[in-house]
């Protein structure tokens, strides 16, 4: 009699979510012609000489018979700004490929762009494995670009932030005597000053304070406030008043004051600011470009899941003014 225990699935499948992988989409063309494409994290590299990869597919899967008559297809390793692209493919019932840029591929395979690599492949063999089939197949062109791969860890997407060895290890407080140089407020300062250095400049070139530049923006978002909304949406950031920066700036033609109390930017004004605005992002696209797109967005991501966490009740910019 057997006596192994039994696995329980859903624990087996939480303890194997805690293998990160990456995401792919896998394609190919039916037999009349059609494009079939699915979302898998199942790819894996088999041999470099001869260069082959593997891949699996669920046997209940709807698109295992094209899949297994397929002498070609090709797998797409997805980018960390695809995550509406996996999930667009790991949907079923619906034309996958409506609206998409496509190129063709070996065997007529359709290719998908902007992923962070592409791998096209010539069916080699399959094998039996469980529940699943094990596709593997001669990698018979490749192309990758420099972008960060999307990734699936514990059932969820995350981003993968590489690791520098050439940042030195910042000093603790017990080292240097004092304010320990890995103080979230410390970075979350510093970094703050130093962001706002080239835009300062430009607010002021403009005429206006690096507080008035905030007030300017977000009326690029919400026109047509009054001063007590503008106190709620920006008094935790601003730190002063808002009347007199806006009389300030009404002073310099860049809002005037409506029949009804409200705030709003002049024609001058909001072209103004949207220039400014502009130059802000062109300055961020900057700063993020020296260490990766990935990491930027992951920076953004942990900030507002920060911001969320340790939130004690301040409002969203305009969230509910």
């Known amino acids: 009699m057997d006596t192994t225990p039994l696995l329980d699935p859903k624990a087996f499948r939480a303890a194997l979510g805690s293998f990160a992988t990456g995401v792919t989409v896998i394609t190919t063309r039916a037999a009349d012609g059609t494009p079939v494409g699915l979302t898998a994290n199942s790819f894996n590299?088999?041999?470099?000489?001869?260069?082959?990869?593997?891949?699996?597919?669920?046997?209940?899967?709807?698109?295992?018979?094209?899949?297994?008559?397929?002498?070609?297809?090709?797998?797409?390793?997805?980018a960390a700004e695809q995550e509406a692209l996996s999930g667009r493919f790991a949907r079923s019932g619906e034309d996958k490929f409506s609206g998409l840029e496509i190129e063709a591929g070996l065997g007529g395979v359709p290719l998908l762009s902007g992923c962070a690599a592409r791998f096209q492949c010539r069916s080699s063999f399959q094998h039996e494995g469980g529940d699943h089939l094990i596709f593997v197949g001669e990698v018979t062109a490749f192309d990758r670009a420099e972008r960060a791969p999307l990734v699936f860890h514990a059932g969820q997407y995350a981003l993968a932030a590489q690791r520098d060895p050439r940042l030195p290890q910042a000093r603790s407080a017990r080292v240097a005597g004092g304010l320990g140089e890995d103080l979230l407020g410390y970075l979350l300062g510093r970094a703050y000053f130093q962001f706002h250095l080239g835009v300062r400049d430009k607010a002021q070139a403009a005429g206006l304070t690096e507080v008035q530049w905030i007030v300017a923006a977000a009326l690029t978002v919400r026109d047509g406030v009054t001063s007590a909304d503008l106190d709620a949406a920006l008094g935790y950031v601003l730190d002063v008043p808002v009347t007199p920066l806006l009389k300030a700036m009404q002073s310099s033609d860049w809002v005037h004051l409506d029949a009804a109390g409200h705030w709003r930017l002049t024609d001058s004004g909001r072209d103004r600011s949207l220039h400014l605005l502009a130059a802000a992002k062109a300055h961020e696209g900057d700063l993020l470009a020296r260490f990766g797109y990935n990491e930027g967005a992951l920076l953004k991501l942990q900030l507002q899941k920060f911001i969320a966490v340790t939130n004690p009740g301040l409002p969203d910019l305009w969230h509910e003014v």
């Open 45 to 78: 590299s088999v041999s470099l000489d001869p260069p082959m990869v593997l891949w699996s597919l669920a046997k209940k899967s709807l698109s295992l018979p094209v899949f297994s008559a397929s002498r070609h297809w090709a797998v797409h390793v997805l």
